[in-house]
């Protein structure tokens, strides 16, 4: 899935709806969560400012299970992004905004939560 990210199409794709031109990705990763998966906060981690690319691939998740991702601006407050199937989801995310994947509780059960994420 990485190797589309990168690829010509997909950046030409990405740089139509952000309004500007689009050469490459700085990083992206697949993630698989389930029951006890969650990423933390960490002050110390600072990502820099630029926008978030999300490929959701889960199918059929309750909310109530946990699992989204949750952007913290600086200033205080959280917007919250819950999954979502076969959805491309850009965040732009300006200087002191952190995330976090909030924990996936027991009512998941054998589901688990399919996404990329990569970043400009």
Known sequence: ??????????????????G?????LRSGSNYRFGWKDYTLL????????????????TAEW???VGGQIVYVPEEGG?????PSPNTLILVKRPEGMQRY??????????????????SL
């Open 42 to 57: 960490h002050d110390e981690l600072v990502l820099e400012p630029g926008v978030d690319i999300i490929l959701d691939f």
């Open 62 to 64: 309750d909310p109530a």
């Open 101 to 118: 994947i909030r924990y996936v509780n027991h009512h998941s059960g054998e589901k688990k939560r399919y996404f990329v994420l990569a």
């Open 20 to 24: 500007e031109e689009v050469l490459q």
């Open 78 to 82: 959280q917007m919250e992004i819950s």
């Open 1 to 18: 899935m990485l190797e589309f990210f990168h690829s010509a199409e997909f950046l030409s794709y990405l740089s139509e709806a952000l």
